[in-house]
């Protein structure tokens, strides 16, 4: 049974990204989408790659503060290569990276496999709450917008029965989860407790301020990158912030929902740049352009950093 679970948790990703892929492709023409690659500006989207490697920097030497309470003192150069070789694995198998990154430092800096990847799901909890920040951002700028945009499509009061019976719903999963004595209420109690402790134990680091500032400039590196790269396509350039935002929001998400957001990555922001009256085949483009570079990058970077890994730490082994 396990076995056929963890089949699925990699087929069904990938088989909706081949889908996804498929719906992508025919809504625009294949010469069309050649066309716009050709045309496109390459100063600004070598500009908007180079701003992601930036962030994958500040990732690595951020992920140095996470192991020096734990009394180890990594080399640089193998958590960068970690890092991109986690993006490259998750590429193949969704969520295996983090695994991945964990064992090669393990292999390489002899940090135990169970504190490393403790460190890992702590580094990504801190870039969840970045990502919340980054929605409640968006909303609080465009509420009118948004708020506007629900009350078109949606009736009021259907809006207000939807609230009251989520809010209902919270209360009772809440209620169910603290006195419930079930194994299912005491893993989420659990898991729950762990996020906590993993966000607190943030601020108890020797160089908190200068994880927070590496987390916060990750962040903006990762905004400035999709918004830089909207200068590569003449019908974007007059885009607004907001459309940015939510687009980003939007592609963000779908990065989970299948390999590397193959496929979900272009529509999910058409559907946001739709919203803002955007041409339909240029946000399609946009986006196969924007996933497809960042992608090229992940498998030269990663697949150096895989070769490369061995041959640095060659003493080691």
Not at 129 to 149: G, K, R, T
Not at 218 to 244: C, D, G, H, K
Not at 259 to 288: C, H, K, Q, T, Y
Request: glycine share 6%.
């Amino acid at each position: 049974m396990s076995s056929s679970k963890s089949i699925l948790k990699v087929l069904l990703p990938l088989l909706l990204g081949v889908v996804l892929v498929w719906y992508s492709l025919s809504q625009i023409s294949i010469p069309k989408l050649i066309q716009y690659f050709k045309d496109a500006n390459y100063f600004w989207i070598i500009l908007g790659v180079s701003l992601g490697i930036l962030s994958h920097i500040s990732r690595a030497y951020r992920w140095l503060f996470m192991a020096e309470p734990l009394g180890y003192k990594p080399k640089f150069a193998n958590s960068f290569m970690a890092v991109y070789s986690a993006y490259l694995i998750n590429l193949t198998i969704p969520r295996a990276g983090e695994v991945a990154r964990a064992s090669i430092l393990t292999n390489y800096e002899g940090i135990p496999f169970d504190k490393g990847f403790g460190t890992i799901v702590a580094e990504r909890l801190a870039d969840t709450i970045m990502l919340l920040l980054i929605v409640a951002l968006a909303f609080f700028l465009e509420f009118e917008f948004i708020s506007n945009f629900f009350l078109d499509k949606f009736n009021p009061i259907t809006l207000i029965l939807v609230g009251v019976i989520l809010i209902i719903c919270a209360l009772v999963v809440y209620l169910f989860i603290m006195n419930s004595a079930s194994k299912f209420a005491l893993k989420i109690r659990t898991f729950v407790k762990g996020l906590i402790e993993g966000a607190l134990s943030i601020f108890k680091m020797k160089k908190k301020w200068a994880f927070i500032g590496h987390t916060l400039f990750i962040w903006v590196m990762y905004v400035l990158m999709f918004y830089i790269t909207t200068f590569a396509l003449p019908e974007l350039q007059n885009i607004s912030v907001a459309a940015v935002l939510i687009g980003f929001i939007l592609a963000s998400f779908s990065i989970a929902a299948t390999n590397g957001g193959i496929g979900s990555f272009p529509e999910a922001i058409v559907i946001a740049f739709l919203l803002f009256s955007m041409p339909e085949d240029a946000s399609r483009a946009f986006g196969w352009i924007m996933w497809s570079t960042q992608t090229l990058v992940i498998i030269i970077l990663g697949g150096l950093s895989l070769i490369y890994l061995p041959i640095f730490n060659r003493k080691k082994v």
